[in-house]
């Protein structure tokens, strides 16, 4: 049923292409999955990019009245715009492999919006009806409006081989280079090195 109408990939939601219900699964629980399900879980705003929303969140007051900025300040969590199910394979802590310095924001963020996660899913089939599973030897259907892809990534490279064609010299890093579990440390390393390299390279 990956062919099914409900079926969309993450880039289909995150530019606005689809428009999704009130129910959604997440196949899929790598960073692209936690940020796609913050993403859906978030009502008409962003909290990386409102930062009063921010403050409310997570319990600060950046007026200058509450001692440190926190101190009787109480959090106001904004209830998720729809119930999001995020599904990994493998078995164990959905998130255990994110950055270690924000990965647990990502999942206290998440279990603020009570997005259901789940380990050691198999995926059966998708009908009309929803996500048809089995998690730890339990049948279950998840009667969701969407289903979105967050696992299988391919690296996007249209674009280099137009360059190529064109004779422009090319350097590729980052998800286009490896799109697979993509991890921002490296991506940011080669690029470090990449201008490095180009910095040391003779002025014409």
């Not at 629980?29 to 409310?56: K, R, T, Y």
């Not at 199910?85 to 998130?95: A, D, H, V």
């Not at 422009?168 to 940011?188: F, M, N, Q, W």
Request: charged share 25%; glycine share 12%; with cysteine.
């Amino acid at each position: 049923g990956i062919e099914h109408a409900k079926v969309v990939s993450y880039v289909e939601v995150l530019s606005g292409k689809v428009q999704l219900g009130k129910s959604v699964a997440i196949i899929g629980a790598g960073g692209i999955g936690f940020d796609v399900a913050a993403f859906l879980s978030d009502q008409d705003h962003s909290l990386s990019l409102d930062p009063n929303a921010f403050a409310a969140h997570w319990g600060m007051d950046f007026t200058g009245a509450a001692r440190g900025g926190i101190t009787g300040v109480a959090r106001q969590i904004q209830p998720s715009a729809r119930k999001v199910y995020l599904l990994q394979r493998t078995s164990g802590k959905l998130g255990a492999r994110l950055g270690k310095t924000t990965g647990w924001i990502h999942r206290a963020q998440l279990k603020d919006k009570k997005t259901i996660m789940m380990d050691g899913v198999v995926y059966e089939k998708i009908d009309d009806r929803g996500l048809h599973i089995s998690c730890k030897d339990k049948q279950q259907l998840l009667e969701v409006d969407h289903i979105v892809i967050c696992a299988g990534q391919e690296p996007l490279r249209d674009l280099l081989s137009e360059l190529q064609a064109a004779a422009v010299s090319t350097h590729l890093i980052g998800g286009a280079d490896v799109a697979g579990e993509l991890d921002a440390k490296r991506a940011i390393a080669q690029g470090s090195r990449l201008a490095a390299d180009i910095e040391s390279l003779p002025r014409a």
